[in-house]
């Protein structure tokens, strides 16, 4: 199975700060990555997937990019609601994986 | 809108069966394009995707290695809904168990049920 590495695993950011979460497969795996936002108690919310394509609703402020191996989620400007736990998901191959997550807390 | 309502148990006892349901309002379980997904996160383990099943003109069922001679995932078309059946558990199985929608013709999960936490305890 392909493994997804998060880095870091929690950061600490205040509202306006720029956030860049990284996510390394263990293989290539083109663009078939997604990205997902947690909150306590509930399930993940899907925010991107293939890589850079924003889902329907999501913020503006969150994009996604990267290709091969190496991905990027980034928050341009962090707002009091996106302190959360974040993951990354490959598609490329099955069984789908998922990252170990990043938590984005309050600085 | 599509929506995945779950149902189950919340506590299970050692070497008994799990079992949960997901029902689907906004779009059918016999869909030909979407697929049906469980996953279960737990701090130990993280997020872990257990099985699923879809139809493409048959049913098709696949099941993570790590628990495939203990899971069984159903459709219930008459319900448009599915299960998940874990057998002879232990407590590593302890997590909260989420049922998930495969996004049609891609590979994440577009939609998910609001989760249960299964404690597998005597």
């Known amino acids: 199975a392909i493994q997804l590495t998060q880095s870091p695993s929690s950061l600490s950011a205040s509202v306006g700060d720029r956030v860049t979460i990284s996510c390394r497969a263990s293989q290539g795996i083109s663009g078939a990555l997604a990205w997902y936002q947690q909150k306590p108690g509930k399930a993940p919310k899907l925010l991107i997937y293939?890589?850079?394509s924003l889902d329907s609703g999501v913020p503006s402020r969150f994009s996604g990019s990267g290709s091969g191996a190496d991905f990027t989620l980034t928050i341009s400007s962090l707002q009091p609601e996106d302190f959360a736990t974040y993951y990354c998901?490959?598609?490329?191959?099955?069984?789908?994986?998922f990252g170990g997550g990043t938590k984005v807390e309050i600085k | 809108q599509v929506q995945l309502q779950q149902s189950g148990p919340g506590l299970v006892r050692p070497s008994q069966t799990l079992s949960l349901t997901c029902a689907i309002s906004?779009?059918?379980?016999?869909?030909?394009?979407?697929?049906w997904n469980w996953i279960r996160q737990s701090p130990s383990r993280g997020l872990e995707w257990l099985g699923r099943t879809y139809y493409r003109s048959k049913w098709y069922n696949y099941y993570a290695v790590s628990v495939k001679s203990r899971i069984t995932i159903n459709p219930d078309t008459s319900k448009n809904q599915f299960s998940l059946q874990l057998n002879s558990v232990t407590p590593e199985d302890t997590a909260v168990y989420y049922c998930?929608?495969?996004?049609?013709?891609?590979?994440?999960?577009?939609?998910w049920g609001q989760g249960t936490l299964v404690t597998v305890s005597s």
């Open positions: 906004g779009d059918s379980v016999s869909t030909n394009s979407a697929a």
């Open positions: 293939a890589a850079s």
């Open positions: 998901q490959q598609f490329n191959s099955y069984p789908p994986t």
């Open positions: 998930a929608r495969e996004s049609p013709n891609w590979g994440f999960f577009d939609y």
